[in-house]
């Protein structure tokens, strides 16, 4: 079955310091992987996508994230956070013919001044 | 302009009422989907049109209806509200023959109540 996994419900993290939100995917196919970003009171916005060529993917807003097809994993990564960070983050999975995208439950992140 | 609009952005009725979301969309896409968000939840996908004589069922439809008015316009209708229906709803579109992996581009959502 397909499916995508955010183990992580909550992180809070220091303003400055490191991120990364797990991700792992149940995907039959070759996987495209998807990270969208819901800031409170905006719709999902489009960080990063991956489909194909180097795992290593760069997105919007100094975000990247690898692609580790052995691990099943599309972990989100951000060196140094910013308060404007704090949000809710969506990983999701699709096919390159699929007929829709398969979210996860999302993680929230709150930044520590 | 907002590529993908909802109207109303938020609203409360009353169990029973019938209720319509709609969406709208300037980016030419032919696909278009309604989305539920619910806390812990993530997104379910309600239902999906790939075009204006397409319409799929989601993951939960049950208790929603929609209407694919024309290329740019998709409707989603609750007949008799319940309480758990009340959630966030998104709208959102995608171009199969645009960007691989059919990235969606979503509207800023419909917050409703039911009491």
């Known amino acids: 079955a397909q499916s995508v996994t955010q183990p992580d419900i909550h992180i809070t993290v220091s303003e400055g310091a490191s991120l990364e939100l797990r991700c792992n995917y149940s995907?039959?196919?070759?996987?495209?992987l998807f990270w969208y970003v819901q800031s409170p009171g905006q719709g999902l916005q489009l960080l990063l996508k991956?489909?194909?060529?180097?795992?290593l993917v760069q997105g919007i807003k100094g975000f990247e994230a690898e692609f580790k097809r052995s691990q099943s994993s599309f972990n989100l990564r951000k060196p140094s956070v910013h308060w404007s960070d704090a949000a809710e983050y969506f990983c999701?999975?699709?096919?390159?013919?699929?007929?829709?995208?398969?979210f996860g439950s999302g993680t929230r992140l709150s930044i520590r001044p | 302009d907002a590529d993908v609009t909802q109207t109303p952005r938020n609203r409360i009725t009353k169990t029973g009422k019938r209720i319509m979301l709609e969406c709208s969309q300037t980016?030419?896409?032919?696909?278009m989907y309604w989305y539920r968000q619910d806390p812990g939840l993530g997104l379910r996908l309600i239902y999906y049109?790939?075009?204006?004589?397409?319409?799929n069922k989601g993951e939960i439809s049950d208790g929603y209806s929609v209407s694919r008015q024309a290329q740019a316009k998709f409707s989603l209708s609750l007949e008799s509200a319940i309480p758990n229906q009340t959630a966030l709803y998104f709208c959102?579109?995608?171009?199969?023959?645009?960007?691989?992996?059919?990235?969606?581009?979503f509207g800023p959502g419909t917050r409703l109540t039911v009491t």
């Open positions: 959102a579109t995608s171009d199969p023959n645009g960007t691989p992996g059919d990235e969606q581009y």
């Open positions: 995907y039959g196919a070759t996987p495209y």
């Open positions: 999701a999975v699709g096919g390159s013919s699929a007929s829709k995208i398969i």
């Open positions: 991956y489909f194909s060529g180097d795992t």
């Open positions: 980016k030419g896409h032919d696909r």
């Open positions: 049109s790939f075009d204006v004589k397409d319409i």
